[in-house]
């Protein structure tokens, strides 16, 4: 009997991919690009091999056989990575959409530095609103948005985001009595 193990081993002839070796001889048991099939119909064995690749197979060049769990294998392996790929899409869309969504919403919001520097204090709120032309940002939302310390919101002051700064750059307007007494950057 032969050292090597029964298995399937590449095909000694050439004629096949893979060929079946019993431990004692080859069989006529073939595969080819994992099908199995029956190379020559002669008993279990194959017709006769030409005496120069009739010894046995060499270890270590081992073949794949054939079979079902393989093509299963692969198929869960497809199918994971499709629906990885489609989660990782789904959620990379959502982001871009909020991130798009946000930046909208800082834009209907914001002034530039010229717009802040124009602004003279002692003129009234509504005059500040008429003359950059917008209306402030809600001041919740800057406080949900974790934008703004709470400690800084001052409940007579309106905020505006800084066009072309960093998110949460932001212009602050004070006033006493309607009167605009302060402004800053936060």
């Known amino acids: 009997m032969s050292a090597v193990p029964g298995g399937w081993y590449r095909d000694p ?94 834009r209907r919001h914001a002034i530039s530095q010229a717009q802040f520097d124009a602004i003279p204090l002692g003129i009234s709120e509504a005059e500040v609103r008429s003359r950059l032309g917008k209306e402030p940002q809600n001041t919740q939302e800057f406080l949900q948005k974790d934008a703004l310390d709470a400690d800084a919101v001052k409940r007579s002051c309106i905020y505006y985001n800084r066009k072309g700064g960093q998110f949460g750059d932001t212009f602050q307007f004070c006033f006493r009595q309607s009167q605009l007494i302060s402004k800053g950057t936060l």
């Open 13 to 106: 002839t050439g004629r096949h991919e893979l060929r079946y070796w019993d431990a004692a001889r080859w069989t006529s048991y073939v595969a080819d690009q994992g099908r199995q099939s029956n190379d020559s119909i002669v008993g279990d064995y194959a017709a006769p091999i030409a005496a120069e690749s009739a010894s046995a197979p060499r270890r270590g060049v081992r073949g794949r056989g054939p079979g079902r769990w393989s093509w299963a294998f692969s198929g869960c392996v497809v199918a994971i990575a499709v629906l990885v790929i489609g989660c990782a899409g789904v959620i990379i869309v959502a982001v871009n959409d909020a991130k798009h969504e946000l930046t909208a919403q800082e």
